[in-house]
């Protein structure tokens, strides 16, 4: 009998979606662009905005966390480090089995759900990466708490997900604004209409269950996980941030840009809002009052009723790079 790796209904749900996202071949599912030769220009092929500024990647113990179907855990193995995957679509896993032989290097492949490490010891990792996926997950203190367990003293933890306001306003558009799909304050996979996901060519449907984390949740779920968060950033591809990064549009260049895109596009949206969370914490050890910070959540009795439907418009998500 195949072994059950999803948690629940939803992690279920979702590895089949992953499963039929990566046949398809959207980018998030396989390898975009082709990373340079030399070290220095991989690792910053790897980590653009050096999140990983000042680690050693050469000798340490990487998991890349829900990482399937891209670059990430072979340029680690590339870089020297001892790199494992773990994801829930076998074909996200098979992606990365298939680059790793191409590339002649060794990554450890684990089918499994982000929220179950039991697999690792304690202290397993010096690094966890965990780029645009805890949005897949309701629960996403149960992995956090999963990350600091795994993480060894002083380890990093780097993630990345979709912002958790702008998600909630994708393809409202008005004609004369966006509108809102939830409530921040509201739990529960963020309602939409359209489940196309479209690149050029490829068009394929998978309504994925998605789930806007609050950042005050996030942070606080690593303050009681022993994870002390010492950065944090708020950006939209095509070098916009809240933290300056070199490579940051002037303002007159984000107006421009703004001025040409398609009014209520995501592209416009995410020229007013950020696109992307991203932050970076190092374990520190456990706090003796573990758990005690509640959810920010307030729970309304017509919680899934009160919505206010959008105009469907087609949903794309947004490569990182
Ligand atoms: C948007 S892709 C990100 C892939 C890669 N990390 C990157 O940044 O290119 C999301 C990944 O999360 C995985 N995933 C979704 N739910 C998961 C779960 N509950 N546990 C583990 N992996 C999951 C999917 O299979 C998919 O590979």
Redesign the pocket.
């Known amino acids: 009998m195949k072994r059950r ?3 629940d209904d ?2 279920a749900h ?2 089949r979606m ?2 039929r ?2 046949a398809a071949g959207i980018p ?2 396989r390898p ?1 662009g082709t990373p340079p030769k030399t070290n220095a220009a991989k690792r910053r092929f790897l980590d653009p905005n050096d999140r990983l500024a000042g680690l050693p990647i050469k000798g340490q113990r990487v998991l ?9 855990p072979v340029l680690f193995a590339e870089l020297g480090a001892d790199t494992t995957v ?4 076998a ?2 896993l098979k992606t990365v089995r298939d680059l790793a032989r191409s590339r002649d290097v060794k990554v450890r492949l684990l089918h ?4 179950d490490l039991s697999v690792f010891a304690d202290g397993s990792f010096d690094i966890v990466w ?4 805890i ?3 309701p629960d996403a203190a149960r992995v956090i708490a999963e990350v600091g367990r795994v993480l060894a003293p002083a380890g990093v933890y780097r993630a ?1 997900t979709m912002h958790p306001v702008t998600l909630r306003m994708y393809g409202t558009w008005s004609g004369t604004g966006w509108r809102f799909r939830q409530s921040y304050f509201e739990d529960g996979a963020v309602p939409y209409e359209d489940a196309t996901w479209e690149f050029k060519d490829v068009k394929v449907e998978a309504p ?1 269950l998605e789930y806007g984390h609050r950042i005050s949740d996030l942070i606080n779920a690593c303050a009681d996980s022993g994870l002390m968060v010492d950065g944090f950033w708020e950006t939209t591809p095509g070098e916009i941030s809240t933290q300056v990064p070199l490579r940051a549009l002037s303002r007159e260049q984000l107006v421009a840009e703004r001025d040409d895109l398609e009014p209520g596009s995501d592209d416009a949206l995410e020229r007013y809002l950020p696109a992307f969370i991203e932050w970076r914490a190092r374990k520190v050890s456990p706090p003796s009052d573990s758990g005690s910070r509640a959810s920010t959540a307030t729970r309304s009795p017509r919680a899934s009723g009160s919505r206010r439907a959008g105009s469907p418009t087609s949903r794309r ?1 947004r ?2 790079r």
């Open positions: 790796v999803a948690v939803v992690a979702n590895q992953w499963d996202l990566s998030w599912t975009q890349a966390l829900a990482g399937g179907g891209g670059w990430h773990l994801d829930i679509s074909r996200q499994g759900d982000m929220r965990h780029s645009h996926s949005v897949f997950v990345s994925t998500p490569p990182s």
